[in-house]
């Protein structure tokens, strides 16, 4: 099968405990996932990540996360947090 390249959102709140991540949304393609972290900032979360992730489902094989868009007041560590 042919590789898969997935865009994702992932919203963070801050919270007593520290930076918390939002459940990953979806997008059907860069420029919307992009659209969708400015608009989770404007709603009220503190930062938002777009990336994207290319590769096959089929055998559960995937690259890393490419970061395509930071949004808010996040740490440049943000990544890091993703890959725990």
């Given at each position: 099968m042919a590789e898969i390249t997935y865009f994702v959102v992932v919203p963070f709140q801050e919270t007593e405990s520290?930076?918390?991540a939002e459940q990953?949304?979806?997008c059907p393609s860069e420029r919307s996932a992009?659209?969708?972290?400015r608009g989770a900032v404007s709603k009220g979360a503190v930062g938002a990540i777009a990336f994207r992730r290319s590769g096959d489902p089929?055998?559960?094989e995937?690259?890393?996360a490419v970061l395509i868009c930071k949004e808010g007041d996040l740490p440049d560590s943000v990544m890091d947090m993703l890959a725990a």
């Open positions: 520290g930076l918390v990953g949304i979806q992009i659209a969708q972290a089929n055998i559960g995937y690259g890393e």
